[in-house]
């Protein structure tokens, strides 16, 4: 698919004088990058867009100016500018471009007043994510391997949180370790939230604490390489597993079976959720599938679009589609044995799911 | 200088509070209530968002944004200040680790939350100062929220509360340079070691996992080769590094909630780093770097630094300035550079600033030097 035509057959259809793709510099693990996506390019300043008109003649913004040069490297744009002024840059790319009537935004949930004030001078302003969702909807080949080669990541530093996850060792430490294998292994970013103890109650940020005997270490092991996320959810006990944590950890992982069993292209991304808290449920469990303690069953991963949901839950309305990356993690806490972790990432077939990991899913016991 | 911001700050993230104590934080707050009752403002409210651009509610509350999401701090007359932080409840606790603040709100409508505290304590119709508001705000936010307080009277608050945070304390000083001396020690790893088989990527994990593992909470790593033509700075990609090429590292790091800054070049020999920086380099930067006085505008600075660059053989990369503040932010009022629109400032003692050059050495080769710096306090 060409993206650039698809992209303007989708602004002519919508009725709109032209698109505006804004980024505002981050990485969010529950948004798309519609920029990344859409320019090829990872934008680093407070501001970036890209503006595309109606006859498909597009210009790439960049901030901070001396950018510029990366940019035009790595994106398919030819027209790339680089500014220390963006609101100005914007109003003369838009005023360039010819673009009248309606302006399509993706990415306005990001972009803040000022920005928003200045296009706006221009036009009507319409929100157009769906424009990039689309685009996304279809994966090509390139990002399919991109898919497996994070996945691969993935293991490798799952490999790190369970070798480090040992008696001595502070938690931001286990943190530096994991972060620099994914690193090392072609990560250009990370998202770990980790946590220890006898009796965890969410993950979080490390802190200073020591890892010791009867410590359940639980993590979100989460590469992200050209906006590509890929989340493992893993629990690691120090020392001996009590029969209660075993049992309570096998819950987990008939949930997780259950659920991933229920994935496929035309199921509700709804299913996903419903299927864990029906297990848990009637475990005993029903008050700890809700708010304060759980919601979220999972996430959508993708650069160009997080559908189903970039968080899953038994309201995600949207069907499961094929190539979609979902994240299916019967995470809970139990009140016997606290927060436990249990995630794997899967990409979506006509068929079933396709396990995109290969390091296995069970509960990890580490000697004291 | 501006970095590619990650999508977690996913370093140590505790608050020392024998290292930097309530009292800090209740300090700033007896100021900035002095200054209220100078604008005869009731309320202030500060917001931040991103990993980039959480200052203002990090200076009061120690809180610091972990996600690209926003936080904001409501600071009224008397009374105990609010924190609300765009995340779910589950990370409540955490935040509450690492803050003093007793009234902290988890959300994510962070505009509806604000509107509801707001209306709790009578103050949708009072004089409210802002800071990060509406700049960095999403627009959609903004517009729940300013419509909310039409009736109120909004001022900017920006300068009473960046003047204040550009003069540090003892223990922000400290902060301070116990972040440059993980940046120091982990850029001293280059000089002189042999690197088999590395890459951009892989060298800057190293440089990464040293600060880690000595406890930083963020990290950003730069590279540039100035001997290409049309160098710029920019992040490592899957590149090799050639023997001959001449490499400058940009790097920083975060301890505490406090940024330093460094920036080192270095020629790549065979399968090592040799570093580039002299003694004699080391004086020339010095020797303008000191003109950061006391008493002393922005602009006297750059004019004597431009002098002193002419003489010392040194170079203004004007596309990054001389420099800014740093403090809790990696990149704070005032900024350093010809164009800057702070050039009146005058510069006070015990203010921090992050400082680049580059200097052509003897074979002719741009090398680029950054430090962080605490202005009369002996750095």
Redesign the interface.
């Known amino acids: 698919m060409n993206k650039l035509a698809e992209a303007v057959r989708l602004i002519n259809e919508g009725g709109l004088g032209g698109l505006l793709v804004y980024s505002?510099?981050?990485?969010?693990?529950l948004r798309a990058s519609y920029l990344e996506y859409f320019a090829g390019f990872?934008p680093?300043?407070?501001n970036n867009a890209a503006v595309v008109s109606r006859g498909g003649e597009v210009i790439l913004i960049v901030?901070?100016?001396?950018?510029a040069?990366?940019a035009k490297r790595l994106s398919w744009i030819g027209d790339v500018r680089g500014t220390d002024d963006f609101g100005n840059a914007i109003e003369r790319a838009i005023r360039g471009l010819g673009i009248h009537g309606s302006i399509g935004l993706a990415g306005?949930?990001?972009?803040?007043?000022?920005?928003?004030?200045a296009i706006a001078a221009s036009g009507p302003v319409l929100p157009a994510d769906e424009i990039i969702d689309t685009l996304a909807r279809t994966k090509t080949a390139e990002e399919l391997a991109l898919v497996r080669k994070v996945a691969a990541i993935a293991d490798v530093g799952f490999e790190a949180f369970h070798r480090f996850s040992r008696v001595g060792v502070r938690?931001?430490?286990l943190?530096?370790?994991m972060?620099?294998a994914m690193?090392?292994a072609?990560a250009?970013?990370?998202?770990?939230?980790i946590s220890s103890g006898p009796h965890n109650?969410?993950m979080?940020?490390?802190?200073?604490r020591r890892m010791t005997e009867g410590d359940i270490v639980i993590g979100e092991i989460t590469p992200?390489c050209r906006g590509q996320?890929i989340q493992l959810c893993r629990t690691v006990a120090i020392g001996e597993a009590s029969p209660v944590l075993m049992a309570k950890y096998d819950l987990l992982m008939d949930a997780w079976n259950a659920a991933v069993k229920s994935v496929r292209a035309g199921e509700p991304a709804s299913i996903i959720a419903s299927t864990i808290d029906e297990i848990l449920g009637r475990a005993g469990y029903a008050k700890y599938c809700q708010?304060?303690?759980m919601?979220t069953r999972g996430h959508g991963f993708g650069v160009g679009s997080v559908a189903p949901g970039a968080t899953l839950d038994a309201e995600t309305k949207l069907p499961l589609l094929e190539n979609q990356v979902v994240v299916v993690h019967p995470n809970q806490y139990l009140p016997e044995t606290g927060y436990l972790a249990c995630g794997e990432t899967y990409l979506v077939g006509v068929d079933g799911a396709e396990r995109l990991s290969r390091t296995e899913t069970r509960l990890y016991v580490n000697e004291a | 200088m501006?970095?590619?911001?990650?999508?977690?700050?996913?370093?140590?993230?505790?608050w020392d509070s024998v290292a930097m104590p309530v009292e800090e934080f209740q300090g700033r707050v007896i100021a900035l209530r002095a200054g209220m009752k100078d604008r005869g403002l009731d309320a202030l409210m500060l917001y931040g968002?991103?990993?980039?651009?959480c200052g203002y509610p990090t200076y009061l509350s120690n809180y610091t944004t972990?996600?690209?999401?926003g936080a904001l701090v409501l600071l009224t007359k008397e009374g105990a200040p609010v924190l609300m932080f765009q995340g779910?409840?589950?990370?409540q606790?955490?935040a509450k680790?690492t803050t003093w603040f007793k009234d902290v709100r988890a959300c994510w409508d962070i505009a509806a939350t604000c509107c509801e505290a707001l209306a709790e304590k009578n103050l949708l119709t009072s004089a409210i100062g802002l800071a990060g508001l509406?700049?960095?705000?999403?627009?959609?936010a903004?517009?729940t929220l300013s419509a909310a307080m039409k009736g109120a009277k909004l001022v900017d608050a920006h300068s009473m509360i960046d003047t204040l945070r550009a003069v540090k304390s003892d223990r922000e000083i400290s902060r301070i340079r116990r972040a440059r001396q993980m940046i120091h020690d982990a850029l001293g790893t280059l000089g002189g070691v042999s690197f088999r088989a590395e890459n951009e990527?892989?060298v800057?994990?190293?440089l990464?996992?040293d600060v880690?593992?000595q406890?930083a909470e963020d990290v950003r790593v730069l590279i540039a080769k100035p001997g290409e033509p049309?160098?710029?700075?920019?992040?490592v990609e899957?590149a090799p590094l050639r023997d001959g090429e001449t490499v400058a590292v940009h790097m920083a790091a975060s301890w505490e909630r406090y940024w330093a800054e460094a920036a080192r070049t270095y020629l790549i020999t065979g399968d090592s780093f040799e570093g580039l920086g002299t003694p004699e380099l080391d004086l020339r930067f010095e020797t303008v770097a000191k003109n950061l006085r006391t008493g002393r505008p922005i602009s006297d600075y750059m004019e004597c630094a431009m002098r002193e660059m002419e003489s010392a053989n040194a170079v203004l990369m004007q596309?990054?300035g001389f420099g800014h503040g740093i403090g809790v932010t990696a990149n704070e009022w005032p900024k350093i550079s010809p164009e800057s629109p702070h050039r009146d400032v005058v510069v006070e003692n015990r203010m921090c600033f992050s400082i680049q050059l580059a200097f052509t050495d003897l074979r002719n080769r741009l090398v680029i030097r950054g430090e962080t710096v605490a202005v009369d306090s002996g750095d």
């Not at chain 1, 901030?63 to 950018?67: F, G, L, T």
């Not at chain 1, 306005?108 to 004030?117: D, K, L, R, T």
């Not at chain 2, 779910?88 to 990370?91: A, F, K, P, V």
């Not at chain 2, 509406?134 to 959609?140: C, G, S, T, V």
Request: aromatic residues 12%; contains cysteine.
């Open positions: 505002n510099g981050t990485v969010n693990i990872a680093m300043g407070p901030e901070p100016a001396w950018d040069r990366r306005g949930a990001e972009m803040p007043h000022g920005i928003y004030a938690e931001y430490e943190v530096a370790e972060e620099y690193r090392c072609g250009d970013d990370n998202f770990i939230l109650t969410a979080r940020n490390p802190t200073d992200v996320f708010p304060p303690y919601r | 501006q970095t590619l911001q990650p999508t977690l700050r996913l370093g140590r993230d505790v968002n991103s990993l980039d651009e972990k996600l690209p999401f779910s409840t589950r990370g606790s955490a680790a509406p700049q960095l705000m999403p627009y959609e903004w517009n990527t892989t800057a994990a190293r990464m996992h880690r593992r406890g049309g160098w710029a700075f920019r992040p899957d596309q990054y």
